[in-house]
């Protein structure tokens, strides 16, 4: 439901010398007011229908939070008429796209939030070769799109996963080995820049922007309002998932890690994902070895080349299926519900022996600091970049990332923790930091770190991400922000993460 006011009332309101006394964000709230009569239907307030059902978050550290309104824009001009009197009113905003941040990101207390919910384009050029995708769609609605077709494109595993954060924060795919990350597939931006001018980015024309799109985020240069995808031909995927016991764990690992070199670098669509859970019950640290494949053997029940060694080491139980790219993103749903965090480093992929070690670590992190605290359940997710990775986002004028192929494949260690009490927030945050601080020793003392990347669409908001980007990557970031909002508008209004 949205809300009308006369004029007379908004005149009114804006001017009152008391709003600013009586309100936390005398900023937000005229800009809202402003907004209701330039978005009709298009702005909701709190303790009104349909403003509950936007507010919801996949995180309850984000869910807690309560807009000072919600805008959920209809087209690129609407968005830039947003932008236009946010930026007049100097109010905080911020920009929802899936919502799937663990923090305080895409949600704001007293400020507003530009939902993009009903920029939902979804169009197929004639010929076929590229989707033009809303950045309000999930990879589920794009995949449902795309498969009678025959087509896909690089997206997301999981299907409520956003399409804008996660395309405009890298985003790994099952099919990164043959293609790169879901940013280095963007054939086009269309951006709302902060001065509300909308503009195109490509290879070919802003550049600079187009750029800085592919792995740089969007808050430090302009609202994404579509994505035009390049699409390719894909049929079923096959899948495999197998539970190892702790007594298999460094098997387990050294033969992740000759897969994530060896393994993909011969078969490039291979995608292999493994967990570690440290479970006392079970004796220590388990595994969990997930192996994807873009082309099923044609016998079902047999396992591609790539992925056979992981047969020679006995699992305590498995199970593997050959589903289209629209039922396996419902495989593994990461409902929401409880706060959730997520701290991310990289060591070499070519390191067994110390992945081995961080993994017993962490097994000793998490006895040490949640034995009493059952509440809270922290994993590693363990996944490589492959080199032919980043082989690929070198296309294209490359991306914002700046990773070289001479430092090899790299593993991936994200610690992803849940637990429901906020009173634990700050022991929560502070131990996960020490830990990924450990993880990072561990691979200097083991000649296994190669600067410890930091995939954005994995990384907790305390910790510094550009700069662990490849050499260059910062000062390029920094000047195309300072050329799109050059009063840094975005950098000073837009409360999102992250920031140059």
């Known amino acids: ?69 919600i805008i959920t824009p209809d087209s690129s001009t609407a968005v830039s008429k947003a932008l236009k009197s946010i930026r007049t009113w100097k109010a905080p905003f911020t920009v929802k796209s899936g919502g799937h941040v663990p923090f305080p990101s895409s949600n704001i207390e007293d400020g507003i939030v530009i939902d993009l919910v009903n920029l939902n384009t979804l169009q197929l050029s004639n010929d076929k070769s590229v989707v033009s995708v809303g950045p309000g769609l999930r990879w589920r609605d794009v995949a ?57 980015a490509t290879s070919t024309q802003n550049a600079d922007l187009y750029k800085a799109l592919r792995g740089g985020g969007g808050p430090n240069f ?73 082309v099923p053997p044609s016998d079902p029940a047999s396992v591609p080349a790539v992925f056979q060694p992981f047969e020679a080491i006995p699992d305590l139980q498995n199970k593997n299926a050959t589903l289209t790219v629209s039922a396996m993103l419902d495989v593994y749903p990461d409902p929401a519900g409880f706060r959730k965090g997520w701290w991310d480093t990289s060591i070499s992929a070519d390191a067994p022996e110390v992945l081995q070690q961080v993994i017993a670590n962490y097994g000793t992190w998490v006895a040490n600091n949640f034995a009493d605290k059952p509440e809270v359940v ?10 032919s990775t980043i082989q690929h986002m070198q296309k294209n004028g490359g991306n914002s990332l700046h990773l070289s192929p001479s430092i090899g494949a790299q593993m991936k260690i994200n610690t992803y923790i849940t637990w429901s009490n906020a009173s634990l927030d700050a022991f929560v945050e502070n131990s996960a930091t020490q830990l990924v601080s450990e993880t990072e020793q561990l691979a200097i003392d083991g000649d296994a770190f190669d600067g410890g990347f930091r995939y954005m669409n994995y990384a907790e908001r305390t910790q510094d991400v550009y700069g662990r980007y490849g050499a260059g990557a910062l000062p390029e970031l920094q000047a195309a922000a300072a050329k799109y909002d050059p009063q840094q508008v975005l950098k000073k209004q837009w409360k999102g993460y992250f920031k140059v």
């Open 1 to 69: 439901m949205h809300i009308e006011f006369g004029i007379a009332t908004v005149i009114g309101l804006l001017a009152s010398p008391i709003l600013a006394g009586l309100l936390p964000s005398a900023a937000a709230v005229a800009a809202c007011i402003e907004l209701s009569l330039v978005l009709p239907a298009q702005v909701y307030f709190p303790n009104l229908p349909g403003y509950d059902q936007l507010n919801e978050y996949w995180s309850n550290r984000q869910d807690d939070l309560t807009p000072t309104c």
């Open 144 to 200: 449902n799109f795309l498969l009678p077709e025959g087509l896909a494109v690089v997206g997301g595993r999981v299907g409520d996963i956003g399409v804008g954060g996660f395309t405009l924060g890298g985003g790994i795919s099952w099919f990164s080995g043959r293609y790169g990350w879901a940013c280095d597939n963007v054939r086009t931006y269309e951006v709302v820049l902060a001065n509300g001018t909308i503009v195109t």
């Open 222 to 294: 302009g609202i994404v309002t579509r994505f035009d995808l390049e699409t390719f031909e894909q049929g079923d995927i096959w899948y495999k998932e197998s539970l190892y016991a702790a007594t298999s764990t460094n098997d387990v690992i050294e033969q992740f890690c000759d897969t994530s070199v060896n393994g993909i670098a011969a078969d490039v669509d291979g995608h292999p994902v493994m967990f570690a859970a440290y479970q006392p019950a079970l004796g220590g640290v388990v595994t969990q070895v997930f192996r994807w494949h873009a």
């Open 378 to 387: 922290a994993v590693l997710l363990i996944q490589p970049v492959a080199l």
